[in-house]
């Protein structure tokens, strides 16, 4: 435990110097600067026009450092071999990369929560209100990078960092459109192509069960149960997705 | 207590690279044992399986078959990887930890109490030299440097067993003399030292035992003295006064001085130099062997195995 959290803690910190965080100054600088001018083109809706892009921003910003920096850092370790003189102690392999993973997502979460902060900060300058749902929003946003950090794991530990990013990129895209391939599926009433498409479904998450922007921006009620299931999900689909990583890596040859 | 630190026994390992690319069979059934307290050269030239073997020692890589056992225990066994220290050959490290950050991240993997790593930190940074450098980045430091950094993670642990895959590889004259005092100092202390090398005459110096390492196989193990010791491929005669004017039996070198002279023929022409001499009636005082160098030894190994 002790080393996992050691690998976490030194990932963290190798983010940070890496100066991961200046995305954070340019999510704030995009906040005010379309602020401004968003708040000049709407009449009366400016405080849920800053909330729909805060929260479009948040998102983006988070899926940024999920995407370039969880296969960046991974890959790093085992080209850079650091990873030997690690893997040579008493450490797990899974611990490293749980350790790496928890690492990745500290850092997603840092600058998530940075971001909401001026995101409600901007919000009560606007419309002078207090609006803690954005938080909510910010948090289930952190559960879909969780998810959509762990892919990524799997994936730098498959494949090499450009293919990773790239099929960590659709992972996030397809997972979107979950819906419409479950529309399509519908649609198809033929062949083979049916099962495959009902497979990709199965496979990948349907990352909008995450999505609450339009509850939030709208201040429409959302049932309890729905948050329970989506927690569930989102921690379910990680864990699976984790062990799977894990399962690769411990028979994997670090040549 | 066995005295093994090290036996690697029959091990085999075959890379896959992939659809189309034919199967890399790198070690073919690879034995040897390393005592306690004894430093150990692990030779062989480039893609012999060293490398492989080390890596598979240190949990890096999962042989096919045989089996590896640290100091009795299974290698895998977190007990065993407590027992080793480990360098990596041409370290990378993290370039935004300075020295002492980066060992104080290896204490918390090796699970050192809180309280005693920092003492234990400092003390590899002083068996390694680098205490006045410590505190700088990392990337700020020359590749000797970086070397005595790896070194100092792979001492953290106080391994009883300390694994260099070629410590020595791309550093001047003078680093090499460091790391090999490091080496030597840590055998007083009792640790056994097991690395690889190119560098034959550092491991002619400081090496008790070699294994010689060819095409996925050991082809010689033993002290470096008796490894040479029965490649005796001349010999000296040496007798008083002047050599006879008209010696018939080939001779490969000669010296004639005031008192004494020698002279050298192959192992093959000892028997009939003797004879002539004596037969001239010259007076012998002495006839010793002519062995190889290691390295001389080393490359009739390797070329022996490439063919």
């Not at chain 2, 003492?119 to 980045?137: F, G, I, N």
């Not at chain 2, 050599?243 to 004639?256: E, F, I």
């Amino acid at each position: 435990m002790r080393a996992m959290l050691a690998i976490a803690r030194n990932t963290l910190r190798e983010a940070l110097r890496d100066r991961v965080l200046y995305l954070f100054l340019g999510f704030a600088v995009l906040m005010l600067v379309s602020s401004k001018i968003f708040g000049l083109l709407t009449v009366g809706d400016e405080g849920k026009v800053i909330k729909d892009l805060g929260l479009a921003g948040v998102q983006f910003f988070s899926m940024l450092i999920a995407v370039m920096m969880s296969v960046l850092l991974i890959s790093r370790e085992v080209d850079g071999r650091t990873v030997y003189n690690i893997l040579a102690k008493p450490v797990r392999r899974w611990q490293f990369l749980l350790g790496k993973y928890l690492g990745l997502l500290a850092t997603v979460a840092l600058n998530l929560t940075l971001m909401a902060l001026v995101m409600v900060v901007m919000v009560r300058l606007y419309s002078g209100e207090w609006d803690m749902g954005l938080l909510f929003a910010s948090a289930m946003i952190l559960l879909e990078m969780a998810v959509v950090t762990a892919f990524a794991t799997l994936f730098a530990v498959l494949t090499r960092p450009m293919l990773g990013t790239v099929f960590t990129l659709a992972v996030y895209i397809i997972g979107h459109v979950a819906e419409d391939i479950w529309l399509l599926t519908q649609h198809i009433t033929a062949g083979v192509t049916r099962p495959i498409v009902a497979a990709i479904y199965y496979m990948l998450p349907n990352l909008e069960r995450f999505n609450f922007k339009t509850e939030v921006v709208h201040e429409l009620s959302i049932p309890p149960g729905e948050i329970a299931v989506t927690i569930v999900y989102g921690l379910a689909y990680t864990v699976l997705v984790l062990v799977l990583a894990c399962v690769r890596f411990s028979h994997k040859d670090l040549t | 207590m066995s005295n093994v630190a090290l036996r690697v026994e029959d091990l085999k390992k075959t890379f896959d690279p992939g659809l189309l690319k034919a199967k890399v069979e790198v070690l073919k059934g690879l034995s040897f044992e390393v005592q306690h307290g004894v430093i150990f050269g692990f030779l062989g030239p480039n893609g012999a399986g060293k490398t492989t073997t080390i890596k598979a020692i240190a949990g890096l890589i999962w042989p096919d078959d045989g089996a590896i056992e640290i100091c009795g225990l299974p290698h895998t066994d977190e007990a065993a990887k407590r027992k080793i220290g480990f360098m990596a050959e041409n370290p990378y490290f993290y370039p935004y930890l300075t020295g002492r950050e980066f060992l104080d991240f290896h204490a918390e993997l090796l699970g050192l109490a809180r309280d005693t790593a920092p003492t234990r930190v400092s003390q590899a940074l002083e068996k390694v030299s680098m205490s006045d450098r410590a505190d700088r980045l990392m990337r700020t430091f020359s590749k000797g440097m970086l070397q005595r950094m790896s070194l100092a993670q792979a001492l953290l642990g106080e391994p009883e067993l300390l694994i260099l895959d070629e410590p020595m590889s791309g550093l001047d004259p003078l680093g090499r003399r460091d790391v090999r005092d490091i080496i030597l100092a840590e055998r007083e202390r009792g640790t056994t030292v097991f690395f690889s090398s190119h560098i034959i005459p550092d491991v002619e110096t400081i090496c008790d035992r070699v294994a010689i390492v060819v095409d996925g196989t050991v082809q010689a193990v033993g002290e470096v003295r008796d490894l040479v010791a029965h490649e005796v491929e001349a010999y000296e005669v040496a007798f008083v006064g002047a050599a006879p004017p008209a010696l018939t039996t080939p001779v490969l070198a000669s010296q004639t001085g005031s008192d004494a002279s020698w002279v050298r023929v192959d192992s093959g022409h000892r028997d009939q130099l003797i004879r002539e001499l004596v037969d001239d009636g010259v007076r012998i005082v002495g006839l010793s062997p002519v062995r190889s160098s290691l390295e001389e030894f080393l490359l009739v190994h390797f070329q022996g195995g490439e063919s």
